[in-house]
């Protein structure tokens, strides 16, 4: 099974900073990764997929960059409806495993 | 706009079966794999099956294969999840998820509520 690590496990950041979240593969798995947004009571929301083509609707300070098995999610001039938990995924083969999760906070 | 609406949550006992379903709309289901995704109680996100088109392959994880059943009525615009031998590692909210390929989770039901507990 291919393992996700990600990091932190949590961040705290101010209004307008710029963060960056990692996503180790425990092999290569060739840009097919995926991010999702999880605000606290709701349901995940696709955020990222093909590790930098951004989901219909989501806003350009979101992007995703990387290849092989290191990936991040840089969300640039932080707005407070961006304070939630984000998780990194495995597409490329089953089973479809996610990482444990970063949960940004407001500093 | 793309609605997933999960229902059949619930507490039950160990051992026990509970069938879970999920009402689709908004977009053409019988064209896009489906796929059910929990998440115990304060944890992370997990992939618990997907199912094909036209519901003849479904996939699970080692942790669930054998006691999980995936399966699909696209002229009802339905998925199901039938969970037998239920365990307390089990309770979590189960989502219904719509899949692009290779194998995002591109929209997500509001989720349904399983414990399991004596």
């Known amino acids: 099974d291919i393992q996700m690590t990600q990091s932190p496990a949590s961040l705290s950041a101010s209004l307008g900073e710029t963060v960056t979240i990692e996503c180790l593969a425990s092999e290569d798995i060739y840009d097919i990764l995926a991010w999702y947004q999880q605000k606290p009571g709701k349901s995940p929301q696709l955020l990222i997929y093909?590790?930098?083509s951004l989901h219909t609707g989501v806003p350009s300070r979101f992007s995703g960059s990387g290849s092989g098995t290191q990936y991040s999610l840089k969300i640039n001039s932080l707005q407070p409806e961006d304070f939630a938990r984000y998780y990194c995924?495995?597409?490329?083969?089953?089973?479809?495993?996610f990482g444990a999760g970063t949960k940004l906070e407001l500093k | 706009e793309v609605q997933l609406v999960e229902s059949g949550g619930g507490l039950v006992q160990p051992g026990r079966s509970l069938k879970l379903s999920c009402a689709a709309s908004g977009f053409t289901f019988s064209n896009y794999y489906m796929a059910w995704v929990r998440q115990a109680p304060k944890k992370g996100l997990e992939w618990v099956a997907t199912?094909?088109?036209?519901?003849?392959?479904?996939y699970y994880p080692d942790s669930v294969k054998g006691r999980f059943t995936i399966s699909r009525d696209n002229a009802k615009s339905s998925l199901y999840l039938q969970m037998s031998s239920l365990k307390s590692e089990d309770t979590a909210t189960y989502y219904c998820?719509?899949?692009?390929?290779?194998?995002?989770?591109?929209?997500w039901g509001q989720g349904t509520l399983v414990t399991v507990s004596s």
């Open positions: 199912i094909n088109t036209s519901g003849s392959r479904t």
């Open positions: 995924q495995n597409g490329l083969s089953a089973p479809y495993t």
């Open positions: 998820v719509n899949i692009w390929e290779p194998h995002w989770f591109a929209y």
């Open positions: 093909d590790a930098s």
